[in-house]
């Protein structure tokens, strides 16, 4: 992007040990080049037929994540909200272009968090009436193939109590400071303290703080005099709302998987490139107002208002994604994470016991001295997937523990999925103290979310 300098050279001056810091590698996805290819075939995004656009009935579950939402409306997973790790991988890769084995990390670390492991089923909302419960055969019977997974659903078995969905993975997969979503406590609870996590969803109710949140997205763009193909407008987004979640949320956190790629790259990386139109003229993409709105569930309302209707969201009619040759990695995932970090976008910590009380976590504590907050400064992508992976891999003994009842079937799906970080070839964690270092934080002690 022609205008990405004037934001990054500019921030360069108010961080420390800059010296090392290569612009040109963190835009990388973003820069313009005359050489991006455009195939309409590939890149068109079927919205017609089965694929049209149908708002969620009042039994289909729709949850926080703006592009699941979208794919159940328009049945590229279940229209009930309820689907499966294939189905879902095989989704965001077609539809959205991620790598194969970053849609199976994602949608894998979806399963583990919000789903039942066993049958590889999670809803992307609420789960009210998951498992037993639910009538046989609803998983993809608007797509014409029931899941035959369905029919044995019985959670009992194997975990403490029902899967919770999406909507109740606040700390492991959903995490505060989103730029769309207020944070969960302040949703939720207000200021008193909640009993568990989880934010329910009300299908279509019209949600007037959401739609600030929204356009506070293209005022950004707006104010920086840049579209919203670029990342340094979602980038700035996030930074407005993780400050506004240090001041008014006690118990906001930031965690490296919930916080920094789920609450972090997934609002800047994913948004830019991957809900921006794709066309002939425009093969890097364009993004207006009325793309935002229709991935965001916004609608008029009245002759001159809008109003956000919760579970409608929609993809662009005509829409085209990235073309395959520009396929996001796991890489690109860990490069955005990275300069997050480096750029003081987010931080590991949270609030200790109140509103600005923001501390960072002690890497001593956490990972016996392996990694230090120094680790950290520069564009480090490697670096940081290392350190994801080791935390995901501590981090989920104790996880696991409250979620599941016995741990063979989820800690094998875990190493499974955790395969996409073998390319970067990281040495094996010592002792790490995973939970010790989160506890004080009063985020993890509401929500349990260690991830
Ligand atoms: C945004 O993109 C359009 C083309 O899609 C271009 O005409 C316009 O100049 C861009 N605006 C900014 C601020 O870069
Ligand atoms: C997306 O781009 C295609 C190709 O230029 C165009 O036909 C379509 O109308 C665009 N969709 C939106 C919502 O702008
Ligand atoms: C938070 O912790 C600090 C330091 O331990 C303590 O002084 C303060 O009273 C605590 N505040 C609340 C609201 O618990």
Redesign the pocket.
């Known amino acids: 992007m022609k205008n990405y300098k004037t934001i990054t050279v500019p921030l360069l001056f108010l961080l420390p040990l800059t010296t090392a810091f290569p612009a040109f590698q963190i835009n990388h996805r973003q820069e313009s080049s005359p050489s991006t290819p455009f195939d309409h075939e590939l890149q068109h995004i079927d919205t017609s037929s089965q694929h049209q656009f149908k708002p969620p009935r009042s039994t289909d579950h729709r949850g926080p994540c703006p592009a699941l939402n979208a794919l159940a409306n328009h049945g590229y997973i279940s229209r009930t909200g309820r689907t499966n790790m294939e189905e879902a991988s095989k989704a965001v890769n077609s539809v959205f272009g991620l790598s194969v084995s970053l849609s199976k990390f994602l949608t894998g670390m979806a399963l583990l968090a919000a789903g039942d492991p066993w049958s590889k089923v999670f809803s992307i909302g609420d789960s009210h009436e998951f498992a037993l419960q639910e009538p046989r055969g609803n998983i993809g019977d608007d797509l014409g193939k029931p899941d035959p997974s369905d029919t044995h659903i019985d959670w009992r078995p194997h975990m403490h109590k029902p899967p919770g969905g999406l909507s109740r993975t606040q700390g492991t997969f959903d995490s505060d400071s989103s730029i769309s979503r207020p944070d969960a406590f302040l949703a939720d609870y207000g200021a008193a303290p909640p009993a568990a996590g989880g934010q329910e969803l009300e299908l279509d109710v019209a949600d007037t703080p959401l739609m600030s949140h929204i356009d506070k997205i293209h005022e950004i763009a707006a104010e920086m005099n840049m579209n919203m193909t670029n990342i340094g407008v979602w980038r700035e987004a996030k930074r407005r709302r993780v400050e506004a979640s240090k001041r008014e949320n006690p118990i906001f956190l930031t965690t490296p998987f919930a916080g920094i790629v789920a609450g972090g790259v997934m609002n800047t990386l994913f948004p830019s490139l991957l809900f921006a139109n794709h066309s002939k003229e425009q093969p890097d993409g364009t993004f207006d107002l009325n793309i935002l709105y229709d991935w965001y569930g916004v609608y008029p309302k009245g002759p001159s208002g809008w109003e956000v209707r919760k579970g409608w969201e929609r993809i662009p009619a005509g829409f085209n994604r990235i073309h395959p040759s520009k396929e996001i990695t796991m890489m690109d995932v860990m490069s955005e994470a990275s300069t997050l970090i480096f750029e003081l976008v987010l931080s590991l910590g949270g609030n200790?016991?109140?509103t600005d009380?923001y501390e960072k976590v002690d890497f001593n504590v956490l990972t016996g001295g392996q990694y230090q907050s120094y680790h950290f400064r520069g564009w480090r992508p490697k670096v940081f997937g290392c350190f994801l992976r080791s935390h995901l891999l501590q981090g989920s003994i104790g996880a696991f523990e409250k979620l599941f009842k016995v741990v063979g079937v989820p800690t094998g799906l875990l190493i499974e999925v955790l395969e996409v970080f073998d390319e970067m070839k990281c040495a094996e964690a010592g002792r790490w103290s995973v939970l010790e270092a989160w506890e004080r934080f009063g985020g993890l002690r509401i929500w349990k979310g260690i991830f």
């Open positions: 200790v016991n109140a009380t």
